[in-house]
Structures are given as structure tokens and as C-alpha cells.
């Protein structure tokens, strides 16, 4: 039974949701069994980072990796599985783009700790402010440092395959799995290294049964505000800003068939080097007005546009990071919070 | 770039006498890219002084042939003077012509740099990043379309009509638009023309009628252009005609209903406000065409439902109370802009006291005041009417030449004010001064005419006049305005005493210049004029392929320089009609089918309706015929899925790693 390939997942800053979205796909999950031999998958067994470096480089077929890049201890481990695997996926929003973890790259460090621990909403009697290390009777106990900005997977090492969606739809995944079992078995063929997998070519208006018309837009409002939203016509014509136009097709178009605007988890379609750009073009495209005065207050109806352009793809954007947090050091934790 | 294969690159520095050798070390960027560049294709760096000549050219054509170079990169001056030249030459040799590029070392680097070290630095980045760029360069083929033999030229001055009498004599139609509702333009206001004082209305008049008879011009009077698309050869054009009320068809122009029309209102437009016209009217006696309009927002029908005056005199019936506007699209292969010019506001000028001094006349109204169809028949006399003046000062370069307004010189104000000092003297035997801060008399018969006014005894002050006031100091300044200048030539400051004061206001770009512009996509200079694509080669072409511009439209200047620009715009458009076909440049945007998702963001992009939405496919379509190559809607893809031919994604990325690369 040795003869099993070998299958390993890790989360590093990610959510959780990927790893649920795997075992959401029912019984395929058996077929990851019957294929694979599971050695390394915190979420679903115990096992040790030593164990992992106890492998020989390469011995791991595929590792699905989502999370991003926030900590030494992230990037230890996407290196050391890098080492040990064959075949090394970034698997979801997070680990291809960065994903909601990412936006924490508009903040500098010591923003991030204080809102955390020392603002309203944190409990926090004693004023407690994490520490790298610390001088216990038992010895000095660690924790991982952060690093001044997310990174995504790719970013810290090389990245054989992308797998978008936050999280990937389990259709996808599973289509995914399939694939690789049919590698395996010598039926099929992988595609080529750097491919995004696991979704479509197009964007997410591909699959949507909405119909459109030429755009001519007057004002942007929120989902809230449009009541009720026409099920039949585009959401962007109606003035929600859908970012359906400029995202990766693969969802089915899951969330305008559901009555909402795509939000744009599916990250860019080829081709495109910065998802936000992209979509700022392609809004300000179909703004219709002339007068510059006319055009801002149409504008303003976006409210927030780093979370309507970057939700998704800050740190994977040319953007990357917002200046103070590109700027800041990562010893700035433990100053933290303090004056 | 086919997979692997770099292709041979020749890369060639010129000199330019010393117009780049002097900023660029020439010799340094050769040896450079020689070595530098070898492994991404460079074969060879050759300088050379001067590579437009013919034996530059021929180093390239010599290369291609000998050393087999599949690529080009010329660092020399702009594309806009030497692209074609350059990629002739490659042609010549047998190279696609669109593996030729320029890089403007010239342009900048040179001529915006001093340190030669720097400028040597940028032009070896530039360089670096053409030569990155090409290897990605495809071979591609110039298409031809017909041409549309069909001219629209826009606005009735001078220039405009010169222009559409020119094409329509030569056998092809014109359709000759003009906003108000008869055309002639400024000069329809004139008495005298300088330097001959030949009568305005004696010169202008034939032609005025000749384009208004000649079997070629369609005449569009009180029309404008509300909307234009296309591209040379095939525009299309939507023309707003506004309702007349008056039925071209059946009206004689006898103009009984002026006549019997019993409201009269005051004249701001032809008469500038000194004379009165009715609210059925035609702006003047030999107005083409001869059907008066009716000025909907005086008029009493308009406004309480009763009068019809004009109706019930009317002898054919062709008054037409219930006509509406109406637009007419029309297709032409090219156009001409003559919209002209707009007078500077002379009130804007406070201290000379115009709209607030009655005796201060602006260079407009002292036509009027002076043409003998005029508001006094042509006697000179003072706002009441009645007096005639006995001293009369005229002041130059009101609103032009002034930091405060405009900075250019509006050109014929010198002499539309020594014309004016002639037109004073002969009629009333006033004494004129001038007020000038320089004399410009350059063009032919100019100098003499300033030498007969001076002989005729009008006085010249040289100063810029600091104020007009009619606070007098002294008893002999009661009751006249007071001109206070400083005499640069006698070096000290005057207070002269006139009954009248004349501004010889300037010009400016019409208000609506820049929308006009936007119209036609075309632009504007920084003064607001139209700009020529090339201001001493090429003054009657604009940017747009097939958008000509002519008269004070482009700035400031006479009849004579008018008329010969309408007639040089119109040889520009009879070339481009008789060549019957236009070679379209091939950059082109294309939809990768596979990648659209018919989102339609692309569909109203387009500023020349090339693209389609194919609604079996869902998918988005530029029509290659229609399509320019502006890559608004490569940009405006969400979905990455139009590129543009000549700048792809690869060739965009390819020239910013190359502009990067360290020298
Ligand atoms: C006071 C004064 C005196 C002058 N005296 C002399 C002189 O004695 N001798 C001399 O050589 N020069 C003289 N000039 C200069 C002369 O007026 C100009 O050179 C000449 O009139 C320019 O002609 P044009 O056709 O370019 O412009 P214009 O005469 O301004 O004609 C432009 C026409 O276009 C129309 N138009 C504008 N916009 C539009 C639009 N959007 N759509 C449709 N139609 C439009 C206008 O209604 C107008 O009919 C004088 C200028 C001034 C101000
Ligand atoms: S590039 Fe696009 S927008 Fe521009 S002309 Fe072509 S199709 Fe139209
Ligand atoms: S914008 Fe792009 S994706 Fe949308 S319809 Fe046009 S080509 Fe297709």
C-alpha cells in the first residue's frame, strides 16, 4: 500500500474556509483516501513539523496549500513543503492573492496590534501586548514574528499551480482531484506549470443568465439601497457595483444567480496584471457623465474602493501594500501599543 | 517573438548634426547597445550624422540585405517626422515596415536635457526599451477603405466659404454648416477693409451668393453639428437644424414679414448692440440665405399666443409657426472646421471703462458706427446719436498682449486701428490718437498704409494706457474722458482729453472652442485655438486624420491669410478625395472571443462605433474596418480580453523591463 502518492494540505493566514471547502466535497473526500496517502494535514490529523522534515525532499506528490504569507513561521513552512513537494498548489483566495488577510496590508504593524489588543472591542484587563519571545521560569517560550506585509504563496516560493476562490467551489475541487488521480493513473496529462486550475477563461458575466445591455451608468448605489433588485437584469446595470465583470469565471456565478453583486473572489482572469485597475477602468468606462463635478459625485456612490477594487487582491496587486505597512519593521510588534 | 527565437535586431544612433550628438554622447550609445544589447538580438549599433539622408537610409537597407536583420530600431528624432521615413527604407529592403520603430532621442532627450551624462543614460533606457519591445513587433498589412467624396465644412465666415466654394468648384458636394442664420462671419459687419479699404459687403457678397447657388453646396444654415463619428473617409454626421418657422421651401425673401412684424428688439449679435432688429429677420440685407428666422423667445405669438403678424402678410404662406427642430445625418469623407473667432469682451479690461463710460466704443461696434448700412448710415458720431466728435482716441492691444488676459498678439488689431484712425479723419476731420505699445504692420501693403494714416495726421502715442476716466482734474477735461498714459517716447505721463475712445479689442477662440473640439476630436492649444499638426509645415491638418482646421479657427488673422488657409484646407481635401482610398494604419483592437464574457463594458466605448455585440455568442466584436486603434476599449476590458496590435501586453511589458534595465 506504500505505493500510495503522497497528499499533504497546510493552512498558514487563512481563514479556514478552503479546508472546509475540501471536506464540503462529501464523498470525494474518500477518493483523496483511496488515492492518496495523507501524510500532513493539520486540520484533519495530528502530525509534527518534524515528521515533515523527516521526509525526503520531494516525497510529497501534491500539497494544497491555502493561507497567506504573514509570519516566519508561514514562510518556514511553505519553504520547507516547497522542499518536500512535487507539486505545490496555492489553493485558494489567500495563498494566490491574499484575500481578506491582505487587506491588513494598508496598516502598519503596530496599527494592526493596537486595534487588536488595546481598542474598545478587545477585552483586555491586564493590557496584555504579545511578545516574540518571553522569559518563562520553564525556559524562554517563542512565538512566530510577523512579517511587515502579507505575502502570497508565490511571492516566498515557487508555485506550481493556482487555485482561486474564497473559498474554491467544491465542484472545482473535486474536478481538481479527479485530474490529478487521472495523472496518476497515467490517463491524463497535467497542464502546463503556472496555470490558474480549478476555474474558467473568461469571467463570471461568462456564466451569468442575466441580461445585459449597453452600459450607461448614473449613479452607484449599495445592494441595501436598489429594492428590489430586477432578478432578471445585470446587477451593475442596475447600479450595484458587481465585480462580476472583471473576476474569474468557475463559480457558476453563484452569487448574481443568488441576487447579489460578485464581490470578486475568483481574482483576475489571464491576462490581467492588476484586478483593481482593471475593474476602476472598466467602472469608470461606463460612468455616464460628462461633467467632471458630475462624474465625482457618481463616484462617490463607492464608499469604500480599496474593499470594492482590492477586497480580494491587495497583496498581489502592483499596489501590495499601503505605504505606512511596506514601511513598517517587524520588531514593530513589540513596541506595539506602547509609547 | 516565435518561442526562442530572438530575432536580429539593427539598432542606429543618429547624430542629427548636433541637435542630439551635442546633449547624447552618440559614440557611447552605440558601444552600448553593441555590447549590452547583444543578447537580447542587437547584431549591430551603427551612428551615423545624419540617418534620414540617403545614405543613413541606405546603412539600414544595406543591413537588412547583408546581415539578415529582421528588426530595426532607430534612435533619432519623433515618429511623427521620421516613422515613415525609416519604415519605407526597411520596406524598401524588404522587411515588414512595422518591424521598424523610432525612438525619439531627439525630442526627448536632447532637446530637454543639458546634462550630457543623464541624457546619454535616458537614451540608452530608451533605446534598451524599443529593443525589448520589437522582438515582439509583428509583420502587419495597411488596409485600404474608400473614400467618401462628400466634404462637411462648419461655419460660414470667410474661410469656410473659400474652402466649400474651392471643393464645389473642383465637382464635389459640400454641405456647408452654419450656426447663425445667414453666413459671411465677421467680415458681413465690416464697412472697410484694410489695407485697400475696398467695401466689405462689394468683396464678400458674390461669394456669399455663389455658395449659395452653386449646385454643389448643400447650405445649412441656423444648424450646428451635434454629433460626429467615423473615422477619414467615412464620417458620419448628425446636424441639429433648428426650426425656422419659416418654409424654405415656398419663402421668396421679399420680407414683408420683417416689414409687418411690430416687435423690435436690440441687435447684440450683427448690429452689437446699437442698432434694432424685428423678431422675424434676416441679419442683414444680403444675408444667403435670404429666408429671415424667427427669433422664438421674442416673439409675441411665443410668447401670449397672438400676433401672427408675419403670417397673415406672409404672400406664400410660408411662415410655419408649428416647425421643429429637426436633425439630418449625413456621411463625408472629410471636414473642415473655419468656426473662427470670438471678440474679446472688452468690459473684461475694467479700467478703460467700457459698458460703464458711454463714450467708449468697442472695435466692433466702431464698424458698425461706421458701415454705411449701418445703425447712423455710417456717420461717426457719440452714443447719443447725434454728436459728432472732435478728438477721438483709439486704443491698441485691449485684452491681447496683457499677462492679465491673453498673451498672444491678435494680429490685425494695428491695422484694423489705423483703419479706423482713416475712417475718423475722413468723416469727421477729428483729431485721432493712437495709442500703441508696439506698431506691427509686417504683411504686404500694411507698412504703407500706416505710413498714409500717419501722413494723413493722426497722432501716435507709444505707452499702454494706464486708465479711461471721466474725472476731470483740469477745466479744459470737463465733460470728456481722459485718456492717462505714459508716453514712452517722451517719458512722461499724458492725461489727453477725447470726446470718443475706441478699443481695438482683440480676438479669442469661440466660447465653445473646446466642445466644438470634443466633437470633432480634435484639440485645443493652451490659448484655447485649434492645433495644427504642424504649426509651420502642415498648418491646415489637425491630429484626426481627415479633420482639416482654417482661419481664425487655428488664431488670429486677415481676410487675406483666411482665405488662402480655407483654400489650402480645401486642396488638402481634394488630395485625400481624388487618392479615392485611404490606407488605414493596421493597429488595430481585436476581442479574444474564448476570453469575453459579453459583459458589454466595451460597447459604448468605442469612439468610432467598432464594436458590436454578437447576441447568439454573447460575445463583443471589433469591426477591423472601423476600428482606429485608440485602445480605449483595450483598457476598458475588465476581462483583459481586447489587445491592441502594436501594443500588446507582451510588447508593453517587454519595453517597461527594457526602460528599467540598468545602463
Ligand atoms: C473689428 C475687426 C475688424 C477687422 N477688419 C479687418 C480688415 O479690415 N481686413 C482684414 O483683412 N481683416 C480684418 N479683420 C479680421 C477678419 O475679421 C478675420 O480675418 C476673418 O473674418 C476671419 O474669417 P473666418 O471665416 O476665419 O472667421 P469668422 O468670420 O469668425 O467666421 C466664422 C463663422 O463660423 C460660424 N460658426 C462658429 N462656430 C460654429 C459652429 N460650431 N457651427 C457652425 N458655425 C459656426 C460663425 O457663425 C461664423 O459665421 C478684422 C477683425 C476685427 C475684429
Ligand atoms: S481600439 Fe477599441 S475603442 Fe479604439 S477604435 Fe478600436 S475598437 Fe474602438
Ligand atoms: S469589455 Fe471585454 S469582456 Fe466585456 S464585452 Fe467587451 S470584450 Fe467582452
Same mark, same amino acid.
Given at each position: 500500500?506504500?505505493?500510495?502518492?503522497?497528499?499533504?494540505?497546510?493552512?498558514?493566514?487563512?481563514?479556514?474556509?478552503?479546508?472546509?471547502?475540501?471536506?464540503?466535497?462529501?464523498?470525494?473526500?474518500?477518493?483523496?483516501?483511496?488515492?492518496?496517502?495523507?501524510?500532513?494535514?493539520?486540520?484533519?490529523?495530528?502530525?509534527?513539523?518534524?515528521?515533515?522534515?523527516?521526509?525526503e525532499d520531494g516525497s510529497i506528490l501534491l500539497t494544497l496549500w491555502n493561507g497567506g504569507i504573514r509570519n516566519n513561521e508561514n514562510a518556514e513552512m511553505a519553504h520547507l513543503l516547497r522542499r518536500k513537494s512535487q507539486i505545490l498548489v496555492a489553493f485558494g483566495s489567500c495563498a494566490c492573492e491574499g484575500c481578506i488577510p491582505g487587506l491588513a496590508n494598508l496598516s502598519p504593524l503596530n496599527e494592526i496590534f493596537e486595534t487588536a489588543y488595546h481598542t474598545v472591542s478587545t477585552?483586555?484587563?491586564?493590557?496584555?501586548?504579545?511578545?516574540?519571545?518571553?522569559?518563562?521560569?520553564?525556559?524562554?517560550?517563542t512565538l512566530p514574528t510577523m512579517n511587515p506585509v502579507l505575502k502570497t504563496l508565490a511571492q516566498v516560493v515557487d508555485v506550481d499551480y493556482f487555485m482561486p476562490g474564497c473559498p474554491p467551489e467544491s465542484h472545482q475541487i473535486a474536478a481538481v482531484i479527479d485530474l490529478v488521480i487521472q495523472v496518476v493513473q497515467g490517463k491524463a496529462e497535467l497542464p502546463p506549470k503556472g496555470s490558474v486550475i480549478g476555474c474558467g477563461d473568461s469571467t463570471v458575466c461568462d456564466e451569468c443568465p442575466r441580461t445585459r445591455n449597453v452600459k450607461a451608468i448614473t449613479a452607484f448605489k449599495r445592494i441595501q439601497d436598489v429594492a428590489?433588485?430586477?432578478?432578471?437584469?445585470?446587477?451593475?446595470?442596475?447600479?450595484?457595483?458587481?465585480?462580476?465583470?472583471?473576476?474569474?469565471?468557475?463559480?457558476?456565478?453563484?452569487?448574481?444567480?443568488?441576487?447579489?453583486?460578485?464581490?470578486?473572489?475568483?481574482?483576475?482572469?489571464?491576462?490581467?496584471?492588476?484586478?483593481?485597475?482593471?475593474?476602476?477602468?472598466?467602472?469608470?468606462?461606463?460612468?455616464?457623465?460628462?461633467?467632471?463635478?458630475?462624474?465625482?459625485?457618481?463616484?462617490?456612490?463607492?464608499?469604500?474602493?480599496?474593499?470594492?477594487?482590492?477586497?480580494?487582491?491587495?497583496?498581489?496587486?502592483?499596489?501590495?501594500?499601503?505605504?505606512?505597512?511596506?514601511?513598517?519593521?517587524?520588531?514593530?510588534?513589540?513596541?506595539?501599543?506602547?509609547? | 517573438?516565435?518561442?526562442?527565437?530572438?530575432?536580429?535586431?539593427?539598432?542606429?544612433?543618429?547624430?542629427?548634426?548636433?541637435?542630439?550628438?551635442?546633449?547624447?554622447?552618440?559614440?557611447?550609445?552605440?558601444?552600448?547597445?553593441?555590447?549590452?544589447?547583444?543578447?537580447?538580438?542587437?547584431?549591430?549599433?551603427?551612428?551615423?550624422?545624419?540617418?534620414?539622408?540617403?545614405?543613413?537610409?541606405?546603412?539600414?537597407?544595406?543591413?537588412?540585405?547583408?546581415?539578415?536583420?529582421?528588426?530595426?530600431?532607430?534612435?533619432?528624432?519623433?515618429?511623427?517626422?521620421?516613422?515613415?521615413?525609416?519604415?519605407?527604407?526597411?520596406?524598401?529592403?524588404?522587411?515588414?515596415?512595422?518591424?521598424?520603430? !523610432?525612438?525619439?532621442? +531627439?525630442?526627448?532627450?536632447?532637446? %530637454?536635457? *543639458?546634462?550630457?551624462? &543623464?541624457? =546619454? $543614460? #535616458?537614451?540608452?533606457?530608451?533605446?534598451?526599451?524599443?529593443?525589448?519591445?520589437?522582438?515582439?513587433?509583428?509583420?502587419?498589412?495597411?488596409?485600404?477603405?474608400?473614400?467618401?467624396?462628400?466634404?462637411?465644412?462648419?461655419?460660414?465666415?470667410?474661410?469656410?466659404?473659400?474652402?466649400?466654394?474651392?471643393?464645389?468648384?473642383?465637382?464635389?458636394?459640400?454641405?456647408?454648416?452654419?450656426?447663425?442664420?445667414?453666413?459671411?462671419?465677421?467680415?458681413?459687419?465690416?464697412?472697410?477693409?484694410?489695407?485697400?479699404?475696398?467695401?466689405?459687403?462689394?468683396?464678400?457678397?458674390?461669394?456669399?451668393?455663389?455658395?449659395?447657388?452653386?449646385?454643389?453646396?448643400?447650405?445649412?444654415?441656423?444648424?450646428?453639428?451635434?454629433?460626429?463619428?467615423?473615422?477619414?473617409?467615412?464620417?458620419?454626421?448628425?446636424? !441639429?437644424?433648428?426650426? +425656422?418657422?419659416?418654409?424654405?421651401? %415656398?419663402? *421668396?425673401?421679399?420680407? &414683408?414679414? =420683417? $416689414? #409687418?412684424?411690430?416687435?423690435?428688439?436690440?441687435?447684440?449679435?450683427?448690429?452689437?448692440?446699437?442698432?434694432?432688429?424685428?423678431?422675424?429677420?434676416?441679419?442683414?440685407?444680403?444675408?444667403?440665405?435670404?429666408?429671415?428666422?424667427?427669433?422664438?423667445?421674442?416673439?409675441?405669438?411665443?410668447?401670449?399666443?397672438?400676433?401672427?403678424?408675419?403670417?397673415?402678410?406672409?404672400?406664400?404662406?410660408?411662415?410655419?409657426?408649428?416647425?421643429?427642430?429637426?436633425?439630418?445625418?449625413?456621411?463625408?469623407?472629410?471636414?473642415?472646421?473655419?468656426?473662427?473667432?470670438?471678440?474679446?469682451?472688452?468690459?473684461?479690461?475694467?479700467?478703460?471703462?467700457?459698458?460703464?463710460?458711454?463714450?467708449?466704443?468697442?472695435?466692433?461696434?466702431?464698424?458698425?458706427?461706421?458701415?454705411?448700412?449701418?445703425?447712423?448710415?455710417?456717420?461717426?458720431?457719440?452714443?447719443?446719436?447725434?454728436?459728432?466728435?472732435?478728438?477721438?482716441? &483709439?486704443?491698441?492691444?485691449?485684452?491681447?498682449?496683457?499677462?492679465?488676459?491673453?498673451?498672444?498678439?491678435?494680429?490685425?488689431?494695428?491695422?484694423?486701428?489705423?483703419?479706423?484712425?482713416?475712417?475718423?479723419?475722413?468723416?469727421?476731420?477729428?483729431?485721432?490718437?493712437?495709442?500703441?505699445?508696439?506698431?506691427?504692420?509686417?504683411?504686404?501693403?500694411?507698412?504703407?498704409?500706416?505710413?498714409?494714416?500717419?501722413?494723413?495726421?493722426?497722432?501716435?502715442?507709444?505707452?499702454?494706457?494706464?486708465?479711461?476716466?471721466?474725472?476731470?482734474?483740469?477745466?479744459?477735461?470737463?465733460?470728456?474722458?481722459?485718456?492717462?498714459?505714459?508716453?514712452?517716447?517722451?517719458?512722461?505721463?499724458?492725461?489727453?482729453?477725447?470726446?470718443?475712445?475706441?478699443?481695438?479689442?482683440?480676438?479669442?477662440?469661440?466660447?465653445?472652442?473646446?466642445?466644438?473640439?470634443?466633437?470633432?476630436?480634435?484639440?485645443?492649444?493652451?490659448?484655447?485655438?485649434?492645433?495644427?499638426?504642424?504649426?509651420?509645415?502642415?498648418?491646415?491638418?489637425?491630429?484626426?486624420?481627415?479633420?482639416?482646421?482654417?482661419?481664425?479657427?487655428?488664431?488670429?488673422?486677415?481676410?487675406?491669410?483666411?482665405?488662402?488657409?480655407?483654400?489650402?484646407?480645401?486642396?488638402?481635401?481634394?488630395?485625400?478625395?481624388?487618392?479615392?482610398?485611404?490606407?488605414?494604419?493596421?493597429?488595430?483592437?481585436?476581442?479574444?472571443?474564448?476570453?469575453?464574457?459579453?459583459?458589454?463594458?466595451?460597447?459604448?466605448?468605442?469612439?468610432?462605433?467598432?464594436?458590436?455585440?454578437?447576441?447568439?455568442?454573447?460575445?463583443?466584436?471589433?469591426?477591423?474596418?472601423?476600428?482606429?486603434?485608440?485602445?480605449?476599449?483595450?483598457?476598458?476590458?475588465?476581462?483583459?480580453?481586447?489587445?491592441?496590435?502594436?501594443?500588446?501586453?507582451?510588447?508593453?511589458?517587454?519595453?517597461?523591463?527594457?526602460?528599467?534595465?540598468?545602463?
Amino acid at each position: 500500500m506504500t505505493a500510495k502518492p503522497k497528499f499533504a494540505m497546510y493552512w498558514a493566514a487563512s481563514c479556514g474556509g478552503c479546508e472546509i471547502a475540501v471536506l464540503n466535497t462529501h464523498e470525494k473526500i474518500l477518493d483523496v483516501d483511496a488515492n492518496f496517502e495523507v501524510v500532513f494535514w493539520p486540520v484533519a490529523m495530528d502530525a509534527k513539523y518534524k515528521d515533515v522534515e523527516a521526509m525526503e525532499d520531494g516525497s510529497i506528490l501534491l500539497t494544497l496549500w491555502n493561507g497567506g504569507i504573514r509570519n516566519n513561521e508561514n514562510a518556514e513552512m511553505a519553504h520547507l513543503l516547497r522542499r518536500k513537494s512535487q507539486i505545490l498548489v496555492a489553493f485558494g483566495s489567500c495563498a494566490c492573492e491574499g484575500c481578506i488577510p491582505g487587506l491588513a496590508n494598508l496598516s502598519p504593524l503596530n496599527e494592526i496590534f493596537e486595534t487588536a489588543y488595546h481598542t474598545v472591542s478587545t477585552e483586555n484587563p491586564q493590557n496584555i501586548h504579545p511578545q516574540v519571545s518571553y522569559p518563562a521560569p520553564e525556559g524562554t517560550l517563542t512565538l512566530p514574528t510577523m512579517n511587515p506585509v502579507l505575502k502570497t504563496l508565490a511571492q516566498v516560493v515557487d508555485v506550481d499551480y493556482f487555485m482561486p476562490g474564497c473559498p474554491p467551489e467544491s465542484h472545482q475541487i473535486a474536478a481538481v482531484i479527479d485530474l490529478v488521480i487521472q495523472v496518476v493513473q497515467g490517463k491524463a496529462e497535467l497542464p502546463p506549470k503556472g496555470s490558474v486550475i480549478g476555474c474558467g477563461d473568461s469571467t463570471v458575466c461568462d456564466e451569468c443568465p442575466r441580461t445585459r445591455n449597453v452600459k450607461a451608468i448614473t449613479a452607484f448605489k449599495r445592494i441595501q439601497d436598489v429594492a428590489p433588485l430586477d432578478p432578471e437584469l445585470c446587477v451593475l446595470e442596475q447600479g450595484v457595483p458587481c465585480n462580476g465583470p472583471a473576476t474569474r469565471s468557475g463559480c457558476n456565478a453563484r452569487c448574481p444567480r443568488a441576487g447579489a453583486q460578485c464581490i470578486g473572489c475568483y481574482g483576475p482572469a489571464d491576462d490581467v496584471i492588476d484586478y483593481g485597475a482593471r475593474l476602476i477602468t472598466a467602472f469608470a468606462s461606463v460612468v455616464d457623465a460628462r461633467e467632471p463635478a458630475e462624474i465625482e459625485a457618481i463616484l462617490d456612490g463607492i464608499p469604500d474602493p480599496t474593499g470594492q477594487f482590492y477586497r480580494f487582491n491587495l497583496a498581489d496587486s502592483l499596489l501590495r501594500a499601503g505605504k505606512g505597512a511596506a514601511m513598517s519593521r517587524p520588531n514593530a510588534i513589540t513596541s506595539g501599543g506602547k509609547p | 517573438m516565435i518561442e526562442n527565437h530572438k530575432p536580429k535586431i539593427g539598432v542606429y544612433v543618429c547624430h542629427c548634426g548636433s541637435n542630439i550628438a551635442g546633449t547624447v554622447n552618440v559614440d557611447d550609445v552605440r558601444k552600448w547597445a553593441q555590447e549590452k544589447l547583444g543578447p537580447e538580438g542587437v547584431v549591430i549599433a551603427r551612428d551615423y550624422k545624419f540617418m534620414c539622408s540617403s545614405l543613413g537610409q541606405e546603412l539600414i537597407e544595406k543591413d537588412i540585405k547583408e546581415l539578415g536583420l529582421e528588426r530595426v530600431v532607430v534612435a533619432a528624432c519623433s515618429p511623427h517626422l521620421h516613422e515613415k521615413t525609416f519604415r519605407t527604407a526597411a520596406e524598401k529592403a524588404g522587411l515588414n515596415p512595422y518591424l521598424t520603430e !523610432l525612438v525619439s532621442i +531627439r525630442e526627448q532627450v536632447s532637446w %530637454v536635457h *543639458t546634462d550630457k551624462a &543623464i541624457a =546619454t $543614460e #535616458k537614451a540608452k533606457s530608451l533605446v534598451s526599451g524599443t529593443v525589448q519591445r520589437i522582438a515582439y513587433n509583428t509583420p502587419l498589412e495597411k488596409q485600404k477603405v474608400p473614400i467618401n467624396a462628400n466634404t462637411l465644412v462648419v461655419g460660414g465666415g470667410i474661410a469656410g466659404i473659400q474652402a466649400a466654394l474651392e471643393i464645389a468648384n473642383a465637382g464635389f458636394h459640400v454641405y456647408l454648416v452654419e450656426r447663425e442664420p445667414s453666413i459671411g462671419g465677421h467680415m458681413a459687419q465690416f464697412d472697410k477693409t484694410f489695407p485697400t479699404l475696398d467695401c466689405s459687403a462689394c468683396i464678400l457678397t458674390p461669394r456669399m451668393v455663389e455658395a449659395g447657388t452653386h449646385p454643389n453646396i448643400t447650405l445649412m444654415t441656423w444648424s450646428e453639428v451635434t454629433n460626429v463619428s467615423g473615422f477619414v473617409g467615412n464620417f458620419d454626421v448628425r446636424i !441639429l437644424k433648428k426650426a +425656422r418657422y419659416v418654409n424654405e421651401d %415656398v419663402c *421668396t425673401g421679399c420680407g &414683408i414679414c =420683417t $416689414e #409687418k412684424c411690430p416687435k423690435k428688439v436690440i441687435d447684440t449679435h450683427y448690429e452689437a448692440g446699437l442698432g434694432y432688429r424685428k423678431v422675424v429677420y434676416t441679419p442683414f440685407a444680403q444675408a444667403v440665405p435670404r429666408f429671415p428666422v424667427i427669433d422664438r423667445p421674442n416673439c409675441t405669438f411665443f410668447q401670449k399666443g397672438t400676433c401672427k403678424a408675419c403670417e397673415k402678410f406672409c404672400p406664400t404662406n410660408a411662415i410655419d409657426f408649428k416647425q421643429e427642430d429637426e436633425f439630418i445625418n449625413i456621411t463625408v469623407g472629410n471636414i473642415i472646421l473655419a468656426t473662427g473667432y470670438d471678440l474679446f469682451d472688452a468690459g473684461r479690461v475694467t479700467n478703460y471703462g467700457y459698458g460703464r463710460l458711454p463714450n467708449v466704443f468697442s472695435s466692433i461696434e466702431f464698424e458698425r458706427l461706421s458701415n454705411s448700412a449701418g445703425p447712423t448710415g455710417g456717420e461717426i458720431t457719440l452714443r447719443d446719436g447725434k454728436t459728432k466728435p472732435e478728438t477721438v482716441g &483709439i486704443i491698441h492691444c485691449v485684452g491681447s498682449r496683457d499677462k492679465n488676459f491673453n498673451n498672444y498678439c491678435s494680429s490685425i488689431c494695428c491695422m484694423q486701428s489705423l483703419k479706423f484712425a482713416h475712417i475718423v479723419r475722413e468723416r469727421t476731420g477729428a483729431d485721432v490718437y493712437e495709442f500703441y505699445i508696439d506698431m506691427r504692420t509686417p504683411m504686404k501693403a500694411y507698412d504703407e498704409f500706416y505710413q498714409r494714416v500717419l501722413d494723413e495726421g493722426t497722432l501716435f502715442v507709444r505707452g499702454k494706457v494706464a486708465e479711461v476716466t471721466n474725472a476731470a482734474r483740469y477745466p479744459h477735461e470737463k465733460g470728456k474722458l481722459i485718456i492717462h498714459v505714459e508716453d514712452t517716447l517722451v517719458g512722461k505721463q499724458r492725461r489727453i482729453p477725447v470726446d470718443m475712445v475706441i478699443l481695438s479689442n482683440g480676438m479669442e477662440p469661440r466660447h465653445d472652442a473646446k466642445q466644438t473640439g470634443q466633437t470633432f476630436g480634435i484639440s485645443c492649444s493652451s490659448d484655447g485655438w485649434y492645433i495644427e499638426r504642424h504649426p509651420k509645415l502642415d498648418p491646415v491638418s489637425t491630429m484626426t486624420e481627415g479633420i482639416y482646421i482654417a482661419g481664425c479657427a487655428t488664431g488670429p488673422k486677415d481676410i487675406p491669410a483666411s482665405v488662402a488657409q480655407g483654400a489650402a484646407a480645401a486642396a488638402r481635401v481634394l488630395d485625400k478625395i481624388l487618392q479615392k482610398e485611404v490606407e488605414m494604419e493596421p493597429i488595430r483592437a481585436s476581442v479574444i472571443e474564448e476570453n469575453c464574457s459579453g459583459c458589454r463594458i466595451c460597447n459604448s466605448m468605442c469612439p468610432f462605433n467598432a464594436i458590436a455585440f454578437i447576441g447568439d455568442l454573447k460575445v463583443s466584436r471589433v469591426n477591423p474596418a472601423l476600428c482606429q486603434g485608440c485602445g480605449t476599449c483595450v483598457a476598458a476590458c475588465p476581462a483583459g480580453a481586447i489587445t491592441g496590435t502594436g501594443f500588446s501586453n507582451e510588447q508593453i511589458f517587454a519595453q517597461i523591463d527594457g526602460l528599467l534595465m540598468t545602463v
